[in-house]
């Protein structure tokens, strides 16, 4: 069945890196568009980047030039590097299959989506 499972979150001083990663199974990666989500507490879950089947990348304004997404088909996994962390990047990421939004998610969409378990990334002094 599809799972995908992210990893690589943790605590982060400002101005800091941290590298997501999203291992997928049960499908074939390279036909589809994985997004990049996070989720504040008290706040809608939200697109930050995704990652089209042809390479094609988006990005939110607010991780534009900070944040980076990438694939590795052959290891089924799609990557986010973030750098220059800020306390707003704050809050569980998750990767899901083929939904490429960049603003906030509706509750239908989360109901349709395969998602990871999320990872939780907190940016701190």
């Known amino acids: 069945q599809v799972q995908l499972v992210e990893s690589g979150g943790g605590l982060v001083q400002p101005g800091g890196s941290l590298r997501l990663s999203c291992a997928t199974s049960?499908?074939?990666?390279?036909?589809?568009?994985i997004g990049w989500f996070r989720q504040a507490p008290g706040k809608e879950r939200e697109g930050v980047s995704c990652?089209?089947?042809?390479?094609?990348?988006y990005y939110a304004d607010s991780v534009k030039g900070r944040f980076s997404i990438s694939r590795d088909n052959a290891k089924s996994t799609v990557y986010l590097q973030m750098n220059s962390l800020r306390p707003e990047d704050t809050g569980v990421y998750y990767c899901?299959?083929?939904?490429?939004?960049?603003?906030?998610?509706?509750?239908?969409?989360?109901?349709?989506?395969?998602w990871g378990q999320g990872t939780q990334v907190t940016v701190s002094s």
């Open positions: 899901a299959l083929d939904l490429c939004s960049l603003g906030a998610v509706s509750k239908q969409q989360i109901d349709l989506t395969s």
């Open positions: 049960g499908f074939t990666l390279e036909n589809y568009n």
């Open positions: 990652i089209t089947g042809d390479l094609t990348t």
